[in-house]
């Protein structure tokens, strides 16, 4: 017992050494003084870090993503509550399917989503003439169909625990069905919800495959800005922006994980 443990442990320190090593590679490149990256490096500034608003493409590409993530994930909700409450509390035939048409997101690459949903926004603008290709509010609508999943996986696990006999209390008080749902429903499944924004908006903030498809000339958003820049250089710029990037997502799920306790819905 004792050594299938120590062999289990190292294992488990090994595997998760491994998916660290690329962000504590990443941070420390950050902090190189060197324009070339050499190793070890003559020293150590935080001058990469004020030259990243001097790079205007990465300054217009995260205000772009955030505001393509923040509209995606507030759609996602709006749009994957309703459904997981419409698969946890009804039975009606094609139930089943539904509930695997609305995770199909999950499992098809991203390549092959961008290139329909810009087939498929072409051939919307041909028959309605709605500008959808190449504008902003097309790439939020597609960034909507990658945080549906999540929503609904994240909230329907909040439903499957939930007890009914709650609401059915509210209502017998004389609550009705918005009020139930607003005052009871909502504040129990919390958690999921909370759980569904956070990662509808990390899956659409980091989003690039998808995003190349349907980004208009002009635009440009941080993942896209970040492989724009490293066609032509490759310095500690790039590490400073990646690692701003992971702080900003680490600090949005600690905060999370503080207000909903996220291994209750994951």
């Not at 759980?195 to 995003?211: D, H, K, P, R």
Request: charged residues 10%.
């Amino acid at each position: 017992m004792t050594v299938g443990r120590a062999a289990l442990l190292t294992a488990a320190g090994l595997a998760l050494g491994f998916i660290l090593l690329p962000l504590v590679l990443v941070s420390w490149l950050s902090f190189f003084r060197d324009e070339v990256v050499v190793f070890p490096p003559s020293g150590y500034t935080l001058r990469w870090f004020r030259a990243i608003l001097d790079q205007r493409n990465f300054v217009d590409g995260f205000v772009t993503s955030l505001e393509v993530g923040v509209f995606a994930m507030l759609a996602g909700l709006a749009l994957g509550v309703p459904a997981s409450l419409c698969l946890t509390r009804y039975r009606f035939p094609g139930r089943e399917g539904l509930g695997l048409l609305l995770l199909t997101p999950l499992v098809v690459p991203g390549v092959v989503a961008g290139t329909a949903i810009y087939v498929f926004q072409i051939e919307t603008e041909i028959l309605t003439r709605l500008p959808l290709v190449a504008s902003l509010p097309g790439l939020v609508l597609a960034h909507v169909v990658i945080t549906i999943p999540w929503t609904v996986r994240l909230v329907t696990a909040s439903l499957m625990g939930f007890d009914r006999t709650v609401e059915e209390a509210a209502q017998n008080l004389g609550a009705g069905p918005w009020t139930t749902f607003r005052r009871v429903t909502l504040p129990l499944i919390r958690p999921g919800v909370v759980a569904a924004a956070l990662f509808g908006f990390v899956i659409s903030f980091g989003n690039l495959e998808m995003t190349l498809f349907l980004i208009g000339p002009g635009r440009t958003t941080l993942p896209i800005a970040i492989l724009q820049y490293l066609e032509w250089r490759i310095d500690p710029v790039i590490a400073a922006v990646s690692l701003l990037q992971i702080l900003v997502i680490g600090a949005a799920m600690v905060a999370t994980d503080h207000y909903v306790k996220l291994a209750r819905v994951l």
